[in-house]
């Protein structure tokens, strides 16, 4: 079954500092895509980034970097020198490609930057 | 800007009464979506339009239902409500039908608050 498992509920850490968020996913397709969300406090989902399952390579996008291990079922969100701007709730998403399209959330990481 | 609409912005209603939210997703994009999110469930997959029709189901209530019209907005149609069914609504868009292969685009949601 597909499932998305974000083990931090919440995380403070103080401007400057690089922060990782963690996700671990659970899927018996060979084939799907990975997804990061950010929701600011505005209430808006904001798409991140798109992985699909064959492509490991590790993205970077700024101050934002993304690690996917397909031997741990894993794709954590790194931010490096956070900003209070960066302040939101994470989720982390899959979608399998065989099936329908919809997409797995986790329960989602909400992010506390402190100036 | 996401470029996906959704209206009204907030909704207040009172149990058994029934609303529609709407969505117009964006230009060219043939896919709506409808989560649900709220701070029990999180952000939940409800259904799922393609070109008007029906494509797949998620945990959607047999109270709720959808329709995608020939100019492709979507509405979504609540009855007999709930205090429980207050909530974020989120319509999404995307260009078609790949499993997560294009990203969805989630408009800035309807918040639905049943008294």
């Known amino acids: 079954a597909q499932k998305v498992t974000q083990a931090q509920t919440e995380i403070s850490v103080v401007e400057k500092e690089d922060v990782t968020l963690d996700c671990v996913y659970e899927?018996?397709?060979?084939?799907?895509?990975l997804f990061w969300y950010k929701q600011p406090p505005s209430g808006e989902l904001v798409f991140l980034i798109r992985r699909n399952s064959f492509d490991e390579q590790n993205e970077i996008s700024g101050r934002y970097s993304w690690n996917f291990q397909k031997s741990t079922s894993s794709f954590n969100f790194t931010i490096t020198a956070s900003q209070v701007v960066d302040s939101a709730v994470y989720f982390c998403?899959?979608?399998?490609?065989?099936?329908?399209?919809?997409?797995?959330f986790g329960k989602g990481t909400r992010l506390h930057i402190l100036p | 800007d996401s470029g996906v609409t959704q209206t009204p912005k907030h909704l207040i209603t009172a149990t058994g009464q029934r609303v529609t939210l709407r969505c117009s997703p964006r230009s060219g994009d043939l896919s709506v979506y409808w989560y649900q999110q709220s701070l029990d469930q999180g952000l939940q997959f409800l259904i799922q339009y393609y070109n008007g029709e029906e494509r797949a189901k998620g945990n959607i209530l047999e109270r709720f239902s959808a329709q995608q019209f020939p100019d492709l907005h979507s509405e979504l149609n609540l009855s007999s409500l709930e205090l429980g069914d207050s909530a974020l609504y989120f319509c999404?868009?995307?260009?078609?039908?790949?499993?997560?292969?294009?990203?969805?685009?989630f408009g800035p949601g309807t918040r639905l608050t049943v008294t």
């Open positions: 999404a868009s995307s260009k078609g039908l790949a499993g997560g292969r294009y990203e969805q685009y």
């Open positions: 998403a899959l979608s399998e490609a065989n099936r329908d399209d919809k997409i797995i």
């Open positions: 899927t018996r397709d060979t084939t799907y895509y």
